[in-house]
């Protein structure tokens, strides 16, 4: 595949070198043609991780992108494979996926990684809260990746265009490969980009190799433009041999606990945008093929979802509607997986909200509909179907520019998944010691709701003659969330008479509380931040803590823009304090997590026009540590090299 990518760069440049022309190009240039964002309805919910941001991270993972972003993060250990996202405490089941638009509902179990195109990332925003309600289905905000449109490559006037790029790291010999080519027409844009990236077995912190940890992925990407309206397709595909429970490190002597996999997805976007609204209209299927080693039993599992999304903005209104339906389908042996059932679900909602002006104060009501529907083949399967009312408002008070104080109220809504309310058949079998446990179906399983409550300040000065600047935001919040969902798991020995069993319910009173602070200065070509993340969860009906909550952090951040050699150096260092909010008097297998500091820098440089260096090196010093609510070390001390030829691009 490598030797495809050279081929396509190659052939591809024949047709950019026709227009090429030296040209002077320093940090802060920019296309200044497509917008960042696709329909955020509030800033104050929305963390935005920029180019810049995203282009120093050489990000190989989501990971690696989040670790810049204070209230969101990955847990669950090393394997990229088992990357789960976290928004303020919450896990993947309960907040929203998005890349382009688009719902990533394939997630939960032990698939949780967010399959995205990191060498065509344009931003990343991080809801934070439920107040914007055009983004429903979720008890407190979630993650948006958003990919980069064809104008965004090109230097101004210059009609064609191309790159190639070569990463690799060294604590898992990893090697990235990836061409592009670009178009521009009067009437037409276009951009066609192929990755490849293969990664060996990572070696840990603490010395150890964890086997069965590599991967091949191929991700493919076209995108057309024309005038307001877009059409994309992307196709993505890995191979890897990673664990059934990729958070775990079973020995290779254990192959019933091993598979050979393979994950497929193909998404086709098709999209109206102009400044006031958005139209996006999607399919998108997952597959995952896992093969285990042992009795080479062959399980398939599908899920296809089918999405339409409507946001516009008149006046100072701002509505929109969205609805999306999931498909799910596996095969285990020539029968359906119990565990993962034949149904569907399907979401829709509706909001409208309105700014309400009065000298410095800003008011803004809004309320959301949602609606769900599950229904499974199996006729002993009762359909389930619920609809809620969403909440919001917002104050704000407008002290002088770029400074002001805001209050939230926003009520949030998570439908439950049909592998929730359906699953049947055995979890785990029966061993030496333990009872088979087996899956119980919950028909009478419940939505999720939460209603939050904010209060935040947010502040900018220019400094020396609008030479510098210093910011600063804050915010603080209380998340109560009724009828949690949770599976409980009842393991019984070989004494007993009944096997084990594993169901999911609710738990009626949960809740999360904490807060984030930010202080940056910026001064002609310096940059420095500093941030704080800190959130608290109590599972309020039976007093215990929720366990695997992130540790308090602080983010470090400072760097240095050399316009005149067209260089820039970093530092990125993330302090994480103890985390000992468990409950070592219950069955959970979460232990404490010692403090740690990991320290990363990173540069760059561009040559001419044409050729850009980059060097991170990431955990320097080899810190040993280990992230809370992960059975497995980190990844050791790694080394990114990345090499990057360009023709007429930024």
């Not at 309600?133 to 449109?149: A, E, H, R, W």
């Not at 999306?324 to 409208?352: M, Q, T, V």
């Not at 319910?505 to 940059?527: C, K, Q, S, W």
């Not at 931040?529 to 308090?552: C, H, M, W």
Request: charged share 25%; no cysteine.
């Amino acid at each position: 595949m490598r030797y495809l990518i050279v081929l396509f760069t190659i052939l591809s440049y024949e047709q950019a070198l026709a227009q090429f022309r030296l040209e002077k190009v320093v940090h802060s240039e920019s296309s200044g043609e497509s917008s960042t964002s696709i329909g955020v309805v509030d800033d104050d919910a929305t963390s935005i991780l920029e180019d810049k941001d995203l282009e120093a991270a050489a990000p190989s993972s989501v990971d690696d992108v989040l670790t810049q972003t204070p209230s969101a993060t990955t847990a669950r250990g090393p394997r990229n494979s088992a990357e789960s996202v976290q928004v303020r405490g919450l896990d993947t089941s309960k907040i929203f996926i998005m890349v382009d638009g688009v719902r990533q509902n394939f997630r939960g179990g032990h698939s949780s990684m967010i399959p995205v195109d990191l060498e065509n990332l344009k931003a990343v925003e991080v809801y934070e809260s439920s107040s914007d309600l055009s983004k429903g289905n979720s008890l407190g905000g979630g993650i948006q990746f958003i990919t980069k449109d064809p104008d965004d490559f090109l230097k101004s006037n210059k009609k064609f265009g191309g790159e190639f790029k070569y990463q690799s790291g060294s604590s898992n010999s990893e090697n990235v490969y990836n061409a592009k080519n670009i178009f521009k027409s009067s009437k037409l844009s276009g951009l066609i980009s192929l990755t490849a990236q293969e990664a060996g077995d990572i070696e840990l912190n603490d010395g150890e190799t964890l086997d069965n940890s590599g991967y091949e992925d191929f991700i493919g990407l076209v995108k057309l433009k024309h005038g307001n309206w877009s059409l994309s397709h992307e196709s993505f595909k890995r191979e890897d041999d990673n664990p059934l429970n990729p958070t775990l490190n079973p020995p290779d002597s254990t192959q019933s606990l091993m598979a050979d996999s393979s994950m497929v997805k193909n998404t086709t976007i098709v999209s109206h945008e102009t400044s006031n609204q958005v139209l996006n209209a999607y399919h998108n299927k997952f597959k995952t093929d896992k093969t285990e080693r042992e009795s080479k039993t062959r399980e398939i599992r599908e899920i296809t979802t089918i999405g339409l999304n409507y946001k516009r903005a008149l006046d100072s209104f701002r509505f929109g509607a969205e609805g999306f339906k999931d498909s799910l389908d596996s095969e285990k042996e020539g029968e359906n997986i119990n565990s993962y059932p034949k149904a569907e679900s399907l979401y829709l909602s509706s909001f409208i909200e309105k700014d309400f002006k009065y000298n410095k104060l800003i008011a803004t009501p809004g309320v959301r509909l949602n609606y769900y529907n599950l229904s499974a083949s199996d006729e002993k399967a009762e359909s389930k179907s619920a609809q809620e009312l969403s909440k919001k408002l917002k104050l704000k008070y407008v002290i002088e520019k770029d400074t002001y104080l805001y209050a939230t109220y926003s009520e949030g809504f998570n439908s439950p998944r049909v592998d929730q309310v359906y699953p049947s058949g055995e979890h785990t079998p029966a061993d030496w010691a333990a009872k088979a446990n087996n899956f119980v179906p919950n028909l009478d399983l419940r939505h999720e709701t939460s209603a939050i409550k904010e209060l935040g300040i947010s502040t900018k000065r220019f400094l020396f003659d609008y030479l510098g600047s210093v910011s600063f935001k804050a915010s603080i919040y209380e998340n109560e969330i009724d009828d949690y969902i949770k599976m409980e798991r009842i393991d019984r020995s070989i004494l007993d008479d009944e096997d084990g069993t594993s169901q999911f319910i609710n738990v009626p009173d949960v809740t999360l509380y904490g807060g984030e602070a930010e202080l940056g200065f910026n001064y002609d070509i310096y940059e420095w931040k500093i941030s704080y993340s800190q959130v608290r969860g109590k599972n309020e009906t039976e007093n215990l803590f929720l366990e695997d909550l992130p540790a308090d952090q602080y983010t470090y951040g400072f760097n240095v823009f050399l316009d005149k050699y067209r260089a820039q150096f970093g530092y990125l260092g993330l302090q994480v304090q103890e985390q000992n909010r468990i409950n070592p008097e219950t069955l959970q297998r979460t232990d404490k997590t010692p403090a740690y500091f990991v320290h990363n820098v990173f540069g760059k440089k561009d040559f001419g026009d044409n050729f850009e260096i980059g060097l991170k090196i990431e955990n320097l010093g080899n810190k040993e540590y280990r992230r809370h609510g992960a059975f497995l070390n980190e990844a050791s001390e790694n080394y990114k090299l990345t090499f990057k030829y360009k023709v007429n691009t930024l």
